[in-house]
């Protein structure tokens, strides 16, 4: 199948896969037999945060939902290096969501939603996963939004 052009006819384009230690001590992926353990990704397009601040008071929840889109790209961009292909995948198996919230902020699953549902337009029920989706206090550089992702490949 080819999720190259399932992206382009959302409207979306795969980034540049992140390089090894993007922002600290740490690999964008690890795996560990046919898992592929996603490092938390932020809303970046660049190098430059694209949604930044507190959803709640800087940000609606439309504004995290896109934050949330923008965040599963560059997570697919890491699965694909890690993969080699999108073929390879069995099924995203979990989605961590964190919100950078105003207190109280309890619409955190609308939010992490941009995530999921594009998981779900692009890879089926493939896409279909278990979720939390958490407000927190602050991200880093700002972001109003953060995911990490485990994914099962086949074989």
Do not use: W
Not at 12 to 30: H, I, M, Q, R
Not at 71 to 97: H, I, M, P, W, Y
Not at 129 to 138: D, E, K, P, T
């Amino acid at each position: 199948m080819d999720y190259d052009k399932i992206l382009a006819d959302l409207g979306f384009t795969l980034p540049p896969a992140p390089a090894p230690a993007p922002a600290g001590n740490y690999l964008p992926f690890v795996r560990s037999g046919k898992l592929v353990f996603l490092a938390g990704t932020l809303p970046l397009r660049d190098g430059a945060i694209t949604h930044a601040g507190q959803v709640g008071r800087d940000l609606d929840v439309a504004a995290g939902y896109a934050a949330a889109q923008v965040c599963a790209l560059n997570t697919l961009a890491a699965l694909k290096a890690a993969a080699g292909s999108f073929d390879q995948l069995e099924r995203f198996v979990l989605v961590n969501g964190f919100v950078n919230g105003v207190a109280g902020f309890a619409d955190s699953p609308a939010v992490i939603n941009g995530a999921s549902d594009l998981l779900v337009k692009v890879f089926g029920d493939r896409g279909r996963h278990a979720r939390a989706a958490v407000a927190v206090a602050g991200l880093p550089k700002n972001a109003a939004v953060e995911i990490q992702c485990v994914a099962e490949l086949r074989g």
